[in-house]
T-cell receptor, first 113, second 113 residues
Framework: DAGVTQSPTHLIKTRGQQVTLRCSPK?????VSWYQQALGQGPQFIFQ???????QRGNFPDRFSGHQFPNYSSELNVNALLLGDSALYLC????????????FGSGTRLTVV | EDKVVQSPLSLVVHEGDTVTLNCSYEVTNFRSLLWYKQEKKAPTFLFMLTSSGIEKKSGRLSSILDKKELFSILNITATQTGDSAVYLC?????????????FGQGTTLQVKP
């Protein structure tokens, strides 16, 4: 039973560049949420996708955008990278009713230099 | 503003000790409270609590929710070195009619042999 798969696991980018992170949800899940976890902090909600649409968004600038595909997988795009974007980016999948909680992937560690 | 506060932020105990981790919250449209264990990257699910006063148990771990006083505790008895991790408390709720998780900053638990 495949859990949540994220790629890549690590990434180093230069300030000003753009990055795309990918997430495949757990089998049977149709909703994908993205979180940013800075070092020593709890994860912060970025946005959530369901039925290929952004359902809700946290307090992140428009540089952060996403997409969900018909197979429920999702991408997170960040433009004009800043040093402060360095963090662990976690993807969480769930069934839309979220009756059984959320399953997290292992994350992508993004370092902006 | 929705917030989740965990205490203590860090804790060092010896094997065999019992620990209690605290989580208080002020979140609109509360749906559930979840506890996760984060060792390296992916937070792993421990408990999901929706009803007040009902203890959930899994082995040496247990948790209870008080919706009147807006807090939850996570107990770990007979701690082992393998319990060393960051424990995250999250509340599903917030504005909008979809679920998002609002996390606390986490409690770092170190169990010494």
């Amino acid at each position: 039973d495949a859990g949540v798969t994220q790629s890549p696991t690590h990434l180093i980018k230069t300030r000003g560049q753009q990055v795309t992170l990918r997430c495949s949800p757990k089998s049977g899940h149709d909703t994908v949420s993205w979180y940013q976890q800075a070092l020593g902090q709890g994860p912060q909600f970025i946005f959530q996708y369901y039925e290929e649409e952004e359902r809700q968004r946290g307090n992140f600038p428009d540089r952060f955008s996403g997409h969900q595909f018909p197979n429920y997988s999702s991408e997170l795009n960040v433009n004009a990278l800043l040093l402060g974007d360095s963090a662990l980016y976690l993807c969480a999948s769930s069934f839309h009713r979220a009756l059984y909680g959320y399953t997290f992937g292992s994350g992508t560690r993004l370092t902006v230099v | 503003e929705d917030k989740v506060v965990q205490s203590p932020l860090s804790l060092v105990v010896h094997e065999g000790d019992t620990v209690t981790l605290n989580c208080s919250y002020e979140v609109t449209n509360f749906r559930s409270l979840l506890w996760y264990k984060q060792e390296k990257k992916a937070p792993t699910f421990l408990f999901m609590l929706t009803s007040s006063g009902i203890e959930k148990k899994s082995g040496r771990l247990s948790s209870i929710l008080d919706k009147k006083e807006l807090f939850s505790i996570l107990n770990i008895t007979a701690t082992q070195t393998g319990d060393s991790a960051v424990y995250l408390c999250a509340v599903e709720g917030g504005s909008g009619n979809t679920g998002k998780l609002i996390f606390g900053q986490g409690t770092t638990l170190q169990v010494k042999p």
